[in-house]
């Protein structure tokens, strides 16, 4: 009786907020000189975070035993959606490899007339994206080929490339195959599509009010007719490598109908990925082991031509690895966190300020953006505020979505904005305009920070909770 008493004594000591405050500072200096200054891989850093959090538990007479459990819990409450990321590569692999993907960006292009550059640029390269489920892939393909037309056109590079960049992460975060779109709900503790359903009231009028200024300002600069050889390159190689067939269509729909009817998320995704498997054989030709290794390991494209190359290459699982292992370290320092009750002092600190919708959303926008700022990775800027601010949510009956919203819109479409960050970095050495000249043009990306701000003030768009598990659709 005597040692368990000792034992509890010993385990109840409470942490000060500056104790607390250590592993937050040792984190923003790791990731600010580490991964900002060094590139050192996120992942290291993360381990080292909690290594140094698993040490200030231990000085607060906390086992190692009791921290992993903290550890074990916060993974446990993520799994069903890492369990989503994993079918997202399979699907991706699959619908690519089926011809459903290529089939899409050829048609949309297709339609697409240029007739007013700005307009035409956000406007293809948000449907890429859409359908790729990659920023990167599109801004350093289709972008390339808008940056040469707007050259050609004398169209100035800040407002083509600001109207690139937009149309890329408005895509991407729309898209069920974006990594950042899947990791999103997993820090906030939402699901897929409740969360990609909940941005489309922020996002959209962001984007739309986007496409309404460069229709604007295109008017000045004429409506030329243009062609592209890059353009009608990436044409010609996607008719000539690609069965296209309406058919193809039928995974899309599977998906879209498992979503509409809040059916589970995992075995919709996996009829459609074998659908799309067996469209792949049939319009292909390909075999069940090139199906099976793009499931696996993503498509791997061999068309010749560069720029479709890039862009179709991806998808398998494996390609979502990387960002669960982020998930995981970060998860690991935020068990430890919570376990050893240093988050609860400062969330304590943090709710005496944001105890109201409009403060809550405020301080989830600033902590989006001061983690972007230092970290400058759009994985970071959502999973650390995330973790930090799940409970706030809870506590005050709103749902999980609101925050995954919120951390993806204000720290994940930030990120490119930033000189410093890989995305900044990435696009100025990609399409050869500074982030300094595009970020005024990628109207989208700050617009809807403004607009999350409006509906924390006025309420609009604020989802309530109600259920206690909100991985599961319809919450």
Not at 260 to 266: D, G, L
Request: aromatic residues 10%; charged residues 10%.
């Amino acid at each position: 009786m005597e040692k368990e008493t000792k034992k509890k004594i010993r385990t109840s000591k409470k942490p000060s907020l500056a104790v607390a405050l250590i592993p937050m500072i040792a984190m923003g200096l790791l990731l600010g000189i580490g991964y900002g200054i060094y590139q050192i891989r996120p992942q290291v850093l993360l381990v080292a975070a909690a290594f140094i959090t698993g040490c200030l538990g231990l000085f607060l007479r906390f086992t190692w035993q009791e921290m992993e459990k903290g550890i074990v819990d916060s993974i446990h409450k993520a799994m069903p959606a890492i369990l989503i990321m994993l079918c997202v590569g399979i699907l991706i692999g699959s619908w690519i490899a089926s011809g459903t993907i290529p089939m899409v960006i050829y048609y949309g292009l297709k339609l697409i007339s240029p007739k007013f550059f700005l307009v035409t640029a956000c406007f293809v390269c948000s449907i890429t994206s859409l359908a790729t489920g990659t920023s990167w892939g599109t801004i350093g393909t289709l972008g390339v080929a808008f940056i040469g037309i707007a050259m050609g056109l004398g169209i100035p590079l800040g407002p083509a490339a600001g109207a690139i960049v937009a149309g890329a992460y408005f895509g991407d975060k729309m898209s069920p195959f974006s990594d950042v779109t899947n990791l999103a709900p997993v820090a906030a503790g939402s699901n897929l599509f409740d969360h990609i359903k909940h941005m489309f009231w922020s996002a959209t009028p962001a984007w739309l009010i986007g496409l309404f200024i460069y229709f604007l300002v295109g008017l000045r600069y004429g409506a030329t007719e243009v062609k592209s050889e890059t353009m009608t390159l990436i044409f010609q190689t996607l008719r000539e490598n690609f069965r296209f067939n309406i058919l193809l269509l039928l995974p899309m729909v599977i998906v879209f109908y498992f979503a509409a009817t809040k059916k589970p998320t995992i075995p919709g995704m996996l009829v459609s990925s074998f659908v799309a498997g067996a469209l792949a054989i049939i319009f292909q030709k390909a075999s069940i082991i090139d199906v099976a290794t793009a499931m696996n390991t993503g498509y791997q494209a061999h068309t010749g031509v560069e720029a479709v190359d890039q862009l179709i290459s991806r998808g398998g699982m494996m390609s979502m690895m990387e960002t669960q292992l982020v998930a995981f370290t970060a998860f690991c320092f935020g068990g430890i966190m919570q376990r050893t009750g240093l988050l609860s002092v400062i969330l304590n600190k943090v709710m005496k300020f944001a105890n109201k919708a409009w403060s809550i959303v405020l301080t989830t926008i600033s902590t989006s953006i001061v983690t972007a700022l230092v970290t400058g990775s759009s994985y970071l800027s959502m999973i650390i505020p995330g973790e930090l601010l799940a409970p706030v949510y809870k506590k005050e009956g709103l749902a999980a979505k609101n925050l995954s919203r919120i951390i993806e819109e204000s720290g994940a479409i930030i990120v490119p904005l930033i000189p410093w960050s890989m995305a900044g970095v990435y696009i100025t050495g990609t399409i050869g305009v500074s982030t300094f000249s595009y970020l005024p043009w990628a109207i989208m990306n700050y617009t809807s920070v403004v607009i999350l701000a409006i509906f924390g003030f006025t309420k609009f768009f604020m989802a309530p909770k109600i259920r206690e598990d909100e991985t599961q659709i319809g919450s």
